[in-house]
């Protein structure tokens, strides 16, 4: 059985979705929608920017959505159009919104302006107080989880764990000073590395409130529809179908972790053997090899 998966922030390059703009007329007629939404000609930066202009939080998120969303919508159908149908779809933070519009629960233009509205929130509160992320290398998920909690009250700042990314790797999130002293107990206490991640804030973390609360009023506005077929949501890991509940755990996302590891095992257990990441880079091809080496992980052809 198939899946569709999409990537979340830090899957961007310069360049991508270029040739698509370039030999595609679907695709090309999409990428100007969005620049016309927008405001700005994100494909300007997409596609000849530099690595700093590419990581503006107002090009990021909506750049990675685009390129996920219209590869998908633009794949090209093999012989057995219904039997290479996916069955399942899921996404990594920000991808849960691609799972969504290519899903059919959210329309096209009305996902591309709530990730923008996600992205400029996000960094509003990112800029509220220093914050960051570290990623948690060979050490379990339990004695990770003890440890922030500990941290967290010595009066130091929150860290909590944020992406349950595969067995192994954790990304934890918080305020800096939390953030650090986590880092020396979780090496102390046995993982083989914990990597600060040059992010510039704590996301899925207590601190991304202030980004909720602004988002919840956004996604309230938009009308949701069932999607054509369950969509595996971060806050839970479990799949979804019904639109205020997707609403509702869209919403939680943004200060919940993502359980991705969750998502991949449930996806598995309903019988997906087949996972098509789109979308930029190769990182949740990876993440799912480390979760179950017996299934096939691979990018759109």
């Not at 329309?107 to 948690?136: H, N, W």
């Not at 305020?175 to 020396?184: G, M, T, V």
């Amino acid at each position: 059985m198939k899946a569709f998966v999409f990537p979340g922030q830090g899957a961007q390059f310069v360049g991508m979705g270029k040739d698509l703009y370039d030999n595609n007329p679907v695709a090309r007629t999409l990428f100007e929608k969005a620049n016309e939404i927008l405001g700005y000609r994100i494909t300007d930066i997409m596609f000849e920017g530099t690595d700093e202009d590419l990581r503006q939080t107002k090009v990021t998120q909506p750049a990675v959505f685009l390129h996920s969303v219209i590869s998908a919508l633009c794949a090209t159908p093999n012989d057995n159009p219904e039997e290479n149908r996916p069955r399942m779809m899921a996404g990594h933070s920000l991808g849960e919104f691609s799972a969504l519009v290519v899903s059919g629960a959210l329309s096209f233009e009305d996902g591309l302006r709530l990730v923008y509205a996600r992205a400029m929130a996000m960094q509003k509160a990112c800029e509220a107080q220093p914050s960051t992320m570290a990623a948690i290398i060979g050490l379990a998920d339990d004695k990770i989880e003890q440890i922030c909690a500990e941290v967290s009250q010595m009066g130091k700042g929150v860290v909590v764990p944020a992406n349950y990314n595969n067995p192994g790797q954790l990304v934890i999130s918080g305020n800096i000073e939390a953030i650090d002293e986590a880092c020396a107990r979780l090496k102390e206490a046995g993982a083989k590395r914990a990597l600060p991640l040059k992010v510039g804030g704590a996301f899925h973390s207590p601190l991304m409130q202030p980004a909720k609360d602004e988002l919840q009023q956004a996604i309230e506005q938009t009308q949701f529809q069932e999607p054509i077929c369950p969509v595996y949501q971060n806050v839970d890991g479990q799949p979804h179908t019904a639109p205020e509940e997707i609403k509702q755990n869209l919403i939680a996302q943004l200060t919940s972790p993502v359980r991705w590891t969750q998502c991949v095992e449930s996806m598995i257990a309903d019988g997906a053997t087949d996972f098509t990441e789109c979308g930029p880079g190769k990182a949740l091809q990876g993440m799912i090899a480390k979760i179950n080496r017996e299934v096939n992980a691979h990018g759109l052809a």
